[in-house]
């Protein structure tokens, strides 16, 4: 097996590409788990690719979002549809686009976030369990605790991540579908 691995804007993806992807993300989660909704959230940054015989076998994106830390706003690079076809995995691809995911989030954010299951792959990457309460903010400001997600949120700090202790609330804007 010898991948090619790319990045690249959600603009710069064609229609095919982008079918590649939400098929991908679908069969990794065979169980209707991977909405429309999901997608939506994984475009509009960069993503990356790792590609066999022109075909997405290993996918993860980067979105701007903005988390506030304890009511300070912090500018979030934003890990959605992190998914690798299950013939592919165990083989390093994820672990090769999550360092290419952590050099970009370093490079343009103050801080990296992730709501995932799976923190053993993260947490080698040098990525964080969030310990403090989570919250979403709606349109109106009003706040949501969101409880279910407290074990689930990482985060990667970056040369300019202010000062945080993850046992801090953490707050993210109000989106269709997950909110993390």
Known sequence: M????????????????????LDLCRACWPDGDFTTDDFDHALGGRHFLAELDGRVVSHASVVPRRLEVDG??????YVEAVATLPPFRRQGLASRLMAG???????????????????????????????????ARGRDGGRTRTSDEDD????????????????ERLTCEWRPGDVW
């Open 101 to 135: 995911v952590s050099l970009h989030i370093g490079a343009a954010y103050d801080m990296g976030a992730l709501s995932t299951g799976e923190h053993s792959l993260y947490e080698r990457l040098g990525w964080r369990r969030w310990t403090g309460e989570t919250w």
């Open 72 to 77: 300070r706003p912090v500018r979030t690079g």
């Open 2 to 21: 010898n991948p090619c691995f790319r990045e690249c804007p959600t603009e710069e993806l064609g229609t095919a590409a982008l079918a590649q992807i």
């Open 152 to 167: 689930g949120i990482m985060v990667l700090a970056t040369p300019q991540t202010p000062a945080l202790r993850l046992t």
